[in-house]
């Protein structure tokens, strides 16, 4: 089964965006919903840094395109909060391509 065309970067920002907020959005928007999905927001920080199997050695998202400003994980916690609110709201309305 395919992924919807997911579009997080697209919608209304819910807190100022900078370049590294906007390079997030599009990492969530690749993240495959079943993962998504698995996120414990109880989860704690060395446990997420290691789910999301992208972190750096000093706790920095390793974001390519992001030069301005490093991913750590409190933004990294309110942006996956954001995007799946965002995904739970539009999932029943996306068609999953075949």
């Not at 919807?4 to 690749?30: H, M, Q, V």
């Amino acid at each position: 089964m395919s992924e919807p065309k997911w579009n997080f970067e697209g919608e209304p920002p819910f807190e100022p965006r900078t370049e590294a907020g906007i390079n997030l959005c599009a990492y969530f928007d690749a993240m495959p919903d079943a993962k998504l999905r698995a996120y414990d927001p109880a989860t704690g920080d060395e446990q997420l840094m290691a789910w999301d199997d992208n972190f750096t050695t000093d706790g920095h998202l390793f974001l390519p395109c992001c030069e301005s400003e490093e991913v750590e994980v409190d933004m990294y916690r309110r942006y996956i909060a954001a995007c799946i609110a965002y995904r739970n709201r539009v999932r029943g309305t996306l068609m999953v391509e075949a």
